[in-house]
């Protein structure tokens, strides 16, 4: 009965609501991303369209409609003027290696196996933890390396299960190529959801995505004004195909929206780590769309990846003190759920963060009836 209670207790401790929260809102970004690349293989396979720029300029423009023009009507130091003589040069920066980092590894598919793209997607995985090292001042412990252990496990399994299954296949003449465009487009990655994790923990989600909807619409354009203007004035119009260029830009939309949110609430590590199942929401619907071989190894890699997120969750990361810090005024103090913290906050915190919020509102609420009593009870003493 004892055993029976400790397994129960630890079992409650590790699966609570605030990981399944994790879990699923994970699960949500890969299920976007499996969007992005069912439609872009629609419109390659079906329609031979392979613009990766212009379908990306069509994200960028929304983000700007949708976040940069709120930052024109803030005042004080969220406006959009305070922000650019302060940071422009650092946004510009994170837009072009966001930019370019879709880029790279969408066309990186036209040169290489699926099997080396899914095994140097990783690398984005320890770039994030360097990374996250030096600027965020986050320390793993042991159950975090494991927890990515078991995920590459999973990653290992997928590959297997592709390699089994025939879907491995060359996408283009120069592999070489392609696993250098690939590794090149991880790495930067890497180095832009670090950079977002930054911000939104810093300052705020609007700000984020505001700057990089401005300056990822100038570079993107500018881009496929360059590489790709032959390309889309050899596309064949339909219905079809505008619809398809369309959803992936809903899709991709969608993603940038939710991913700060999610990182914010867990970190750049956990993010990474719980996308690694899109490839296995594409094969599901590939498997009626574009007739992929079912293998088992396949549920082997989801249930090890979720797997692996579960068991990075179980321990909060720990930060060092950041050096040389110093917060915004006015940073937090009418920005509702877009408001960050002044100091960085550990997983742990930000997760509890409502819960302590709650707690001190209520201490604010019992003070202010007691002092109420004692005021009313001075008054009566007097008019007696």
């Given at each position: 009965?004892?055993?029976?209670?400790?397994?129960r207790?630890?079992?409650?401790?590790?699966?609570?609501?605030?990981?399944?929260?994790?879990?699923?809102?994970g699960?949500s970004?890969?299920?976007?991303?499996?969007?992005?690349?069912?439609?872009?293989?629609?419109l390659e396979?079906?329609?031979?369209?392979?613009?990766?720029?212009?379908?990306?300029?069509?994200?960028?423009?929304?983000?700007a409609?949708?976040?940069?023009?709120?930052?024109?009507?803030r005042?004080?130091?969220?406006?959009?003027?305070?922000?650019?003589?302060?940071?422009w040069?650092?946004?510009?920066?994170?837009?072009?290696?966001?930019v370019?980092?879709?880029?790279?590894?969408?066309?990186?598919?036209?040169?290489?196996?699926l099997?080396?793209?899914?095994?140097?997607?990783?690398?984005t995985?320890?770039?994030?933890?360097?990374?996250?090292?030096?600027?965020?001042?986050?320390?793993?412990?042991?159950?975090?390396?494991?927890?990515?252990?078991?995920?590459?496990?999973?990653?290992?399994?997928?590959?297997?299960?592709?390699?089994?299954?025939?879907?491995?296949?060359?996408?283009?003449?120069?592999?070489?190529?392609g696993d250098?465009?690939?590794l090149?487009g991880?790495?930067?990655y890497?180095?832009?959801?670090?950079?977002?994790?930054?911000?939104?923990?810093?300052?705020?989600?609007?700000?984020?995505?505001?700057?990089?909807?401005?300056f990822?619409?100038?570079?993107?354009?500018?881009?496929?004004a360059?590489?790709?203007?032959?390309?889309?004035?050899?596309?064949?119009?339909?219905?079809?195909?505008a619809?398809?260029?369309?959803?992936?830009?809903?899709c991709?939309?969608?993603?940038?929206?939710?991913?700060?949110?999610v990182?914010?609430?867990?970190s750049?590590?956990?993010?990474?780590?719980?996308?690694?199942?899109?490839?296995?929401?594409?094969?599901?619907?590939?498997?009626?769309?574009?007739?992929?071989?079912?293998?088992?190894?396949?549920?082997l890699?989801?249930v090890?990846?979720?797997a692996g997120?579960?068991?990075?969750s179980?321990?909060p990361?720990?930060?060092a003190?950041?050096?040389?810090y110093?917060?915004?005024?006015?940073d937090?103090?009418?920005?509702?759920?877009?408001g960050?913290?002044?100091?960085?906050?550990?997983?742990?915190?930000n997760?509890?963060?409502?819960?302590?919020?709650?707690?001190?509102?209520?201490?604010?609420?019992?003070?202010?009836?007691?002092?109420?009593?004692?005021?009313?009870?001075?008054?009566?003493?007097?008019?007696?």
């Open positions: 009965m004892d055993d029976t209670t400790f397994w207790d630890r079992l409650r401790s590790i699966f609570t609501w605030k990981v399944l929260k994790m879990v699923v809102l699960q970004l890969s299920v976007l991303i499996c969007g992005t690349s069912v439609t872009s293989t629609l396979a079906e329609y031979k369209v392979s613009t990766p720029t212009a379908q990306s300029f069509l994200n960028y423009v929304l983000l409609l949708v976040f940069t023009i709120p930052l024109v009507r005042s004080g130091d969220d406006n959009i003027k305070v922000i650019l003589k302060r940071r040069w650092k946004y510009i920066l994170v837009a072009l290696i966001d370019e980092a879709n880029y790279l590894v969408v066309k990186a598919y036209q040169y290489t196996t099997t080396s793209i899914q095994l140097l997607d990783c690398v995985i320890p770039v994030v933890l360097v990374l996250s090292w030096i600027f965020l001042h986050s320390r793993f412990k042991w159950v975090h390396y494991g927890g990515i252990a078991v995920c590459l496990l999973g990653v290992g399994s997928l590959v297997g299960a592709d390699l089994l299954s025939g879907r491995d296949h060359v996408g283009g003449s120069d592999k070489l190529l250098m465009l690939c090149m991880a790495s930067l890497g180095v832009s959801n670090v950079a977002e994790e930054y911000v939104v923990r810093h300052f705020t989600r609007v700000e984020f995505l505001g700057m990089l909807g401005l990822g619409s100038v570079i993107c354009g500018l881009q496929l360059i590489l790709e203007r032959h390309e889309l004035a050899t596309i064949q119009w339909s219905w079809q195909v619809l398809l260029f369309i959803g992936f830009a809903i991709l939309f969608a993603l940038y929206t939710i991913f700060p949110t990182i914010k609430l867990s750049a590590v956990v993010v990474n780590l719980s996308i690694l199942t899109a490839d296995l929401y594409t094969l599901f619907i590939g498997l009626f769309l574009f007739h992929y071989v079912y293998h088992g190894l396949y549920f890699a989801f090890l990846i979720v997120v579960i068991i990075y179980t321990k990361t720990s930060e003190p950041p050096r040389d110093q917060a915004m005024p006015a937090s103090a009418d920005r509702g759920d877009d960050a913290s002044r100091q960085p906050l550990t997983v742990s915190q997760l509890e963060q409502g819960t302590l919020g709650d707690d001190q509102e209520q201490r604010h609420r019992d003070a202010n009836r007691t002092l109420a009593q004692e005021l009313s009870g001075s008054a009566v003493d007097v008019m007696a």
